[in-house]
């Protein structure tokens, strides 16, 4: 409606400026501008140059047989330093969720980026080195300013992105791999205001916002729905306070970033794995509860 009447400010402005394109933005092609041939490997693509044919591409067996049966739509093209990229929109169906035996609680922080009810931790150590160096890297470059630094900047930011996406894969997947081989669901913390919800002091923030946590969350979510494992999402609140063992909420349970010692009963744990014992709990009962509400009701 508005805004496109002739002589209107918007159309005038987007009439005197041509189209451009930004040099690394993705450019979409759908099936009739770009086809693949899987079994030859290519694709054939549009240009502004008439069509390309036969232009090879290279990926995993693993990847080539999810493209063969579940691509779907359009793909993205994609320059970053030199070589492109071909993204592709895979339309995987998920599988029919089982009715879990029990259910595995995931704690996901900073020191350990996840810890399990089943006793599985992923330590953050190696990520929290690997970004320091990366920090300092950056203070020196952005020093200095240049055009040449500011790129080289922008490189280590998408490789950083890419380490840590790695690592979110290795992680979720060891995960869902358990909670399916032992017919578990799986919970996790609400984490919508995570970033209001947890407090620490302000040189772990940079880590926090960083880590990714809703990149583990997604992670695992889709490589569960992929398998049919449950996934429920429960309430953060007291979960590092409260004790496992008898119950008792008192923020002084939490003696350090790493001890929980009980003032109730005295248990006394690794601060993550108490809370992922609550998440477990609070998993089951959610459970529970969307099981009795997904009943059919009596007549
Ligand atoms: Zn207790």
């Not at 400026?17 to 450019?27: H, N, S, V």
């Not at 330093?81 to 035996?101: M, N, R, T, W």
């Not at 306070?241 to 923020?251: H, L, P, T, V």
């Amino acid at each position: 409606m508005g805004g496109t009447l002739p002589g209107s400010k918007r159309r005038v402005r987007a009439e005197s400026k041509p189209i451009a394109f930004r040099p690394e933005a993705a450019q979409p092609y759908d099936d009739r501008c770009l086809s693949w041939q899987y079994d030859a490997g290519t694709v054939s693509i549009w240009t502004t140059a008439g069509r390309l044919r036969n232009v090879r591409f290279t990926c995993s067996p693993k990847a080539l047989k999810m493209l063969c049966e579940y691509r779907k739509g359009e793909s993205d093209l994609v320059e970053r330093d030199g070589v492109f990229y071909l993204v592709a929109v895979c339309d995987i169906p998920e599988a029919e969720q089982y009715e879990p035996l029990g259910f595995i609680g995931v704690d996901l922080g900073i020191v350990n980026i996840a810890t399990t009810s089943t006793g599985y931790r992923a330590a953050g150590r190696g990520l929290n080195r690997y970004r320091k160096r990366q920090l300092a890297l950056r203070e020196k470059l952005q020093a200095k300013g240049t055009k040449s630094a500011k790129r080289l900047l922008k490189k280590r930011s998408r490789k950083e992105a890419r380490h840590t996406a790695h690592v979110n894969h290795v992680v979720s997947k060891t995960i869902v791999t358990t909670a399916e081989r032992t017919g578990s669901g799986i919970a996790l913390e609400d984490l919508t205001g995570i970033r209001s919800r947890v407090r620490h002091r302000k040189d772990q923030r940079t880590s926090l916002h960083s880590w990714g946590f809703h990149q583990l969350a997604a992670f695992v979510e889709y490589k569960a729905r992929r398998v049919g494992v449950p996934l429920v999402y429960v309430d953060p609140a007291y979960t590092s306070q409260q004790c496992s063992e008898c119950g008792y909420i008192d923020r002084k349970n939490r003696v350090d970033q790493a001890t929980f010692a009980c003032r109730s009963c005295g248990a006394l744990m690794h601060a993550d794995d108490n809370a992922s014992h609550n998440i477990r709990r609070k998993g089951e009962t959610v459970w529970t509860a969307g099981r009795e509400s997904r009943a059919p009701a009596i007549p």
